[in-house]
């Protein structure tokens, strides 16, 4: 039987970072140093906390010792740790959209997808082979709460009408298209 502290478990990290070159870099150092295995990376520069900063979502894996070390760590180095704690996503289901996704904001529609349903973006794919005037389309990885599938597809179609965007759903359980 193993013992519960040397298992390792996936965690999320959300930071707030000054936008200058190599905070990121800054910030990541101390989970690397501290033995934590990253996972994804969620940097939208094009938002702002209210205080001015770049809001900044790290998944990792870790022992509960090592997290407790790389929080530690990353609040030593002066980086604002807003939240540090197990990792509450056990589903995943990917989603297409499609249409003007650049001129409606794609950030505003993943930031209104995240807030809504607290689900968690895990992976990011867009495609504009016209440009950014035409069509394009965004393979969208999402992470979410067991059993919360449901609301999370309710808002994606939600937000994806009001900017009249095309939806493209997982076929059904395991979320995969």
Do not use: C
């Not at 390792?8 to 800054?26: H, K």
């Amino acid at each position: 039987m193993s013992d519960s502290t040397d298992e390792v478990r996936s965690y999320t990290v959300r930071l707030e970072l000054v936008d200058e070159p190599g905070a990121l870099l800054n910030a990541l150092e101390p989970i690397a140093s501290n033995g934590g295995n990253l996972l994804s990376i969620f940097h939208e520069r094009g938002n702002l906390t209210p205080r001015g900063h770049i809001p900044v979502e790290v998944d990792l894996e870790a022992t509960p010792e090592r997290f407790e070390g790389i929080v530690e760590a990353l609040r030593g180095a002066g980086i604002n740790v807003i939240q540090a704690g197990a990792e509450r996503y056990s589903e995943a289901m990917t989603v297409v959209l499609s249409g003007h996704l650049i001129n409606t904001d794609l950030s505003d529609t993943v930031s209104r997808i995240q807030e809504a349903t607290n689900a968690t973006v895990t992976d990011l794919s867009l495609s504009a082979p016209e440009g950014t005037e035409d069509a394009s389309s965004a393979r969208i990885r999402l992470a979410t709460e067991q059993d919360a599938a449901e609301g999370v597809i309710d808002t994606v179609r939600e937000v994806a009408g009001e900017k009249d965007l095309r939806v493209i759903e997982p076929l059904g359980p395991g979320g995969d298209l």
